[in-house]
């Protein structure tokens, strides 16, 4: 059974950067399509960014396709998420997420989520 687990999240202020990480065990990693989404209070869960199997193809969403960047380590079965100049609109918990295949939604297997939360 695939797990994921999320670590990095933390409080930051505005402008400032955070590195989220994603552990994926129980499966080979380098087969799944690994996503990062968010969900803020009160809203829904929104896609962020996906990364292809390689790591050559990635996809971010309008809102954050200028300041985050998805990467993945296939030797360390592990996908991040560089997040800079980070707003207070970017608070959200945020969750990795792994697909067969390649889209922002129906995602096989999602983490328990990081609390990342930027003050102003």
């Known amino acids: 059974q695939v797990q994921l687990v999320e670590s990095g999240g933390g409080l930051v202020q505005a402008g400032g950067s955070l590195r989220l990480s994603c552990a994926f065990s129980?499966?080979?990693?380098?087969?799944?399509?690994m996503g990062w989404f968010r969900q803020a209070p009160g809203k829904e869960r929104e896609f962020v960014a996906q990364?292809?199997?390689?790591?050559?193809?990635?996809y971010s969403s309008d809102s954050v396709k200028a300041r985050f960047t998805v990467s993945r380590d296939n030797a360390k079965n592990t996908v991040y998420l560089q997040m800079n100049s980070l707003k207070s609109e970017d608070t959200a918990v945020y969750y990795c997420?792994?697909?067969?295949?390649?889209?922002?939604?129906?995602?096989?297997?999602r983490g328990q989520g990081t609390q990342v939360t930027v003050s102003s």
């Open positions: 997420a792994a697909s067969r295949f390649a889209g922002t939604s129906g995602y096989d297997y």
């Open positions: 129980g499966g080979t990693f380098s087969r799944y399509y």
């Open positions: 990364i292809n199997w390689s790591g050559g193809t990635t």
